[in-house]
């Protein structure tokens, strides 16, 4: 029991308000003085209440009579209701009772830990067929404090046992929080990914006849950890069977045991609880029998599928998801822990249908055995719940169980060894990309899976397939987290050669091509590479990118094929935003080709969990892909809110309240309304989204919201701001000095803050005739600008448009970073520095300041106001104006009138160029009003407008002012319906800290 004491004052019968973001039972103790002179009597309870203290949801009251000077103590016991935000004691009075007071308060409370504590409709399926334990090892201390304390680590359990023959089947069954692969007799025979999607393994052909070795290898992501494990064998027709349980008879240890996966672990394994226990509640059940539809490679093509009609439709520039020509609502939800029957109940009843089902090893057994029982399992059990859902089956061809049987198709690390790595440093064997028999072998078992479900009548609730590959299904290559480079499999530099060859490289040369030693990519770690030594590891890193993206490209197309077009695909790319800041996980995870995945046929939809950096509440939150550019290449973007919320045992940004999960998905939804993103939920630990009530009604208000908003939007309008960046990341160093960070992926949150609406594009779609109706635009890190785009930004160039360069956009000429091209591009003469330099600027031009000077960056008057990198932070290379007559100076040095940040007015357009790199919302205010932008918001919250919404996440609480671009019959609150103002194009918000409003209009 916790207790919490709240006085009160003794003059006073106000309400006194608790927090029950978690919902439990809760003991309040009331002190209750009569001050009268006579018998009083009245009622005093606890109201819970939802997010508004009008919003009253459930009351107790308690009568009492307080003989005259009485000091009375009266106590209620209560269950917080699944929906109530806070609980309020109250008193009411009856004949006479004014002089009764209530003057202290103690509450008691036992909140649930955890949602999952809440009964569940889950647990009537119970774990009947499970008979095994969670095991862990036996370390020391408590065994419900040791289970915890595995986090991010590895255990090792094994299990010797005897057969008396060679069985006639053969089958282990694993769950395993979190991860697991599984050895018998040392060959590697498959993996989990997830305890809530058990494995279950045909290993009849690595047992024999004698003593067999059992080994499991278990990685933990965090929280608790365990292993659930089951083992059956058969013996023909006499029906004997031999069956072993994960108990007190295996063996475990955290050390990698020497010579394992062939020798067992040192001590033994301890029971933590039995199947279906606490904290991992029903796993769902092994899947023993195989299956006889599917056991081979015999289905044939389809001639007619059983796929429902599902497009990628624009709809006023907004890419839009259609199913047989109706829109389909703009939220999915992604399996990934705990999903049984309870969650998909709460999802119809919210009215979220697009359910993403996990399908694990999605039928792929075995070198050409394909089975799909446990395929069609997972589709029923959401169906079964919810027959009207739309399935999104989601898969991972990471195979690592082909990679350990056909080790030459496996990546290598510079060693030659087997000795890549995968998320959080996890230890694995990994199948290379490129290698001929991979792409065979899963080219293969995904057309069996598509096949399959197109024949199936389970088919016809299937729109679209999550092709998943890499580390943590996001296609990083392996080794890229772990600052580990390249794939050094022969496959790999054959892939190479060919990719060089089709660039038109000379024959004998791309015959001297290799791939570059970790050593070569990291040679004299400069700012920018130069080709004239490190050639080879440029051409290289555009390979990577460009490599990664054509084997995303390579499966979705046989999805497209095997389906007649029929099927969506999707998954994880392209996080170019976030990764800008290079160094070893930008360049070698792959993401920088994105815009070659956005051309091709075969992709539809773009996932990216929402940005790590900035997500904290008070901060604005960012996108990790460039949103602009999928809507405009009509593909639609899915933004993960994967917030850890306060049900969370994840400590990434992890929310203590449910206002403060409340406020986190809030920004989320106004974030992704104004970027044109679906919003896809998930619970990576048990039910911490979709098991509280309040956050599905949450989810059930954005989809109302969005549905009473959206015949009215127009995506891409003239007064947005158009941000333009490149993924040419391979002429970066990985040195990962600062400006590269504070170019794109540090300067994202402040144009969030700056007030506008904007949109990100990449520099391959410069050319695109929508970007001309665009007054205004920002050039990031666009180094290498080919003709083509050349040419559409001197297109630009006209109509009064604004353009403003920051750093060196266009300065790469092949040969390194040249003054003369960026002085081309800008208009304005730069030239290079003769030395580092600290790119730090002081504002001198005058600045709007209609809100307090706090609110604005601590600007105190006109000017004066400071940006750019941190003081101290020096940059090898940069690119200094240089004075001309018709040059307006609007930053320099602070310490001189070296001028850093300058700007041109020609006939046609104006040329505004910032040797700085990371501009503040203050100095991006100035710059945008300049340019004739509307400015939604003056101060520096995270401002997310769009044509028909705004969104305003505060940092600090107060008055905040928004102003939209023209008057309207009525600005209301787009939660509480309130009315703020009529007939006006301003309103007057009062806001809590660390809160978002959500403000529409009519």
């Keep these: 029991m916790s207790a919490l004491l709240i006085p009160a004052p003794a003059d006073t019968d106000a309400n006194h308000v608790f927090d029950v973001s978690f919902l439990g039972d809760y003991r309040v103790t009331a002190g209750i003085t009569n001050a009268a002179g006579q018998e009083t009597s009245g009622e005093w309870g606890v109201t819970f209440t939802g997010e508004q203290p009008t919003q009253v949801i459930t009351q ?12 009375l103590e009266a106590s209620l016991k209560v269950t917080a209701p699944s929906r109530a935000w806070f609980g309020r004691v109250g008193w009411r009075a009856k004949n006479g009772g004014a002089d009764l007071h209530i003057t202290s308060i103690k509450i008691d409370s036992e909140p649930l830990k955890s949602v999952w504590d809440i009964p569940q409709e889950d647990a009537s399926q119970g774990n009947a067929s499970w008979r095994a334990n969670w095991i862990v090892v036996d370390e020391s201390g408590d065994l419900k404090a040791y289970a915890v304390i595995a986090e991010k680590s590895h255990r090792y359990f094994t299990r010797k046992f005897d057969l008396k023959e060679k069985p006639s089947k053969a089958m282990v069954a694993v769950a395993a929080d979190d991860q697991s692969r599984i050895w018998v007799n040392g060959q590697l025979i498959g993996e989990t990914t997830k305890w809530s999607e058990p494995g279950c393994f045909d290993i009849k052909p690595q047992v024999k006849a004698g003593e067999n070795l059992l080994c499991i290898e278990l990685y933990n992501d965090g929280s608790y950890y365990g292993l659930l494990a089951e083992l059956k064998a058969d013996f023909g027709p006499s029906g004997t069977e031999t069956r072993l349980l994960t108990d007190s008879e295996w063996m475990g240890s955290v050390a990698k045991p020497e010579g394992w996966p062939n020798q067992p672990a040192g001590q033994p394994a301890r029971i933590y609880g039995k199947a279906g226990s606490a904290p991992w509640g029903v796993v769902p059940d092994p899947v023993w029998e195989i299956g006889s539809a599917a056991r081979s490679s015999d289905l044939l093509p389809l001639e007619k599928p059983t796929f429902p009609e599902a497009a990628i439709r624009s709809a006023k520039g907004r890419s839009c998801l259609t199913v047989n020509g109706q829109p389909a609502p703009a939220m999915q939800y992604l399996e990934a822990q705990g999903s049984g029957p309870g969650v998909i109940s709460r999802l119809k009843r919210h009215g979220i249908h697009i359910i993403q089902v996990n399908l694990g090893d999605f039928g792929w057994k075995a070198d050409g055995l394909y089975d799909f029982t446990d395929v069609d399992r997972r589709l029923k059990r959401v169906l079964a719940v919810n027959p009207e859902a739309l399935l999104i ?4 061809v990471g195979t690592h169980w082909w990679a350990g049987r056909h080790p030459e198709g496996a990546a290598l690390g510079p060693s030659g060894k087997l000795d890549l790595q995968a ?3 996890a230890t694995g064997v990994f199948p290379c990309f490129v290698h001929p028999g991979w792409r065979k072998d899963v080219g293969a078992a995904v057309a069996q899976l598509v096949r399959h479900l197109g024949r199936s009548d389970l088919g016809q609730r299937v729109i679209g397939l999550k092709a998943c590959n890499g580390i943590s299904w996001e296609w990083f290559y392996w080794g890229a987290q772990s600052e580990q480079f390249a794939d050094y499999n022969p496959a790999m530099l054959a892939a190479y050669q060919e990719w060089l060859r089709a660039k038109g490289i000379a024959d004998a040369e791309v015959r001297q091509a290799k791939i570059p030693t970790p050593k070569e990519w990291r040679r004299g770690r400069k700012f920018f590479r130069d080709p004239a030594d490190s050639g ?16 995303f490209d390579w499966l979705a197309a046989i999805i ?10 999707g998954s994880y790319f392209g996080y170019t935003l976030e990764f800008t800041e290079a160094s070893h996980l930008g360049q070698m995870a792959g993401a920088f080709a994105l815009s070659k995945i956005l051309r091709s046929p075969n992709v539809d939809i773009i996932y990216s969990p929402t940005g790590y950096c900035f997500r904290k509440l008070g901060e604005p939150g960012t996108t990790m892909p460039p949103t602009g550019t999928i809507n405009l290449n009509g593909k639609l973007y899915s933004s993960e809110a994967d917030y850890r919320t306060h049900w969370s045992n994840q400590d990434i940004a992890r929310t203590t309240t449910i206002a403060e999960d409340v406020a986190a998905f809030r920004r989320e939804f106004a974030l992704s309304f104004m970027t044109g993103a679906d919003i896809e939920l998930l619970d990576f630990s048990q039910g911490y989204q979709t098991g509280d009530e309040r956050l599905m009604a949450e989810m059930a208000r954005f989809k109302a919201i969005r549905q009473r908003l959206k015949d009215r939007e127009e995506f891409f309008q003239s007064d947005d701001l158009a941000v333009i960046t490149g993924e040419d990341i391979e002429i970066q160093s ?5 400006v590269f960070g504070e170019l794109v992926a540090r300067q994202r949150p402040d144009l969030f803050c700056a007030g506008v609406r904007h949109h990100h594009f990449l520099s391959a779609d410069l050319a695109n005739p929508i970007l001309q109706k665009f007054r205004c635009f920002l050039f990031l890190n666009c180094w290498k600008l080919d003709e083509k785009q050349w040419a559409a930004v001197e297109a630009l160039k006209s109509r009064g448009r604004t353009l403003i360069f920051v750093y060196a956009p266009g300065a790469w000429d092949g040969k390194g970073m040249s003054a003369e091209r960026l002085s081309r591009l800008t208009g304005i003469a730069v030239a290079k520095a003769t030395a580092p330099v600290e790119l730090r600027a002081k504002w001198l031009a005058p600045v709007s300041l209609p809100v307090p000077a706090q609110q604005t960056g601590g600007l105190s008057g006109g000017n004066g106001h400071e940006f750019g990198l941190a003081v101290g932070q020096m940059a090898p290379v940069a690119f200094l104006p240089v004075t001309g007559d018709r040059m307006e100076i609007l930053a320099t040095r602070p310490s001189s009138e070296e001028p850093l940040v300058v700007r041109m007015k020609s006939k046609d357009w104006t040329s505004v160029y910032s040797a700085v790199p990371h501009l503040s919302p203050t100095v991006l205010r100035e710059l945008f009003r300049a340019a004739g932008l509307h400015i939604f918001s003056e101060t520096d919250d995270g401002c997310y407008p769009s044509s028909v919404m705004v969104g305003l996440h505060t940092k600090e609480g107060g008055v905040k002012k928004i102003t939209l671009p023209k008057s309207h019959k009525r600005i209301y609150d787009l939660v509480t319906d309130q009315t703020l103002g009529e007939r006006t194009n301003q309103v007057q918000i009062e806001t809590e800290a660390k809160r978002t409003y959500l403000i529409g209009w009519e």
Excluded at 734 to 738: D, E, K, S, V
């Design 536 to 551: 080879e590891v440029i051409r290289f890193a555009r390979f990577w990118q460009e490599m990664v993206a054509e084997t």
């Design 560 to 569: 497209k094929r095997e389906s007649r077009g029929w099927l969506l695909v």
């Design 734 to 738: 990985l040195g990962n000095p600062p």
């Design 423 to 425: 998320y959080a440093g």
């Design 393 to 396: 089956p989601a898969f991972d």
């Design 60 to 71: 107790l009251w308690q009568a009492v009579r307080a003989p005259a000077g009485a000091r």
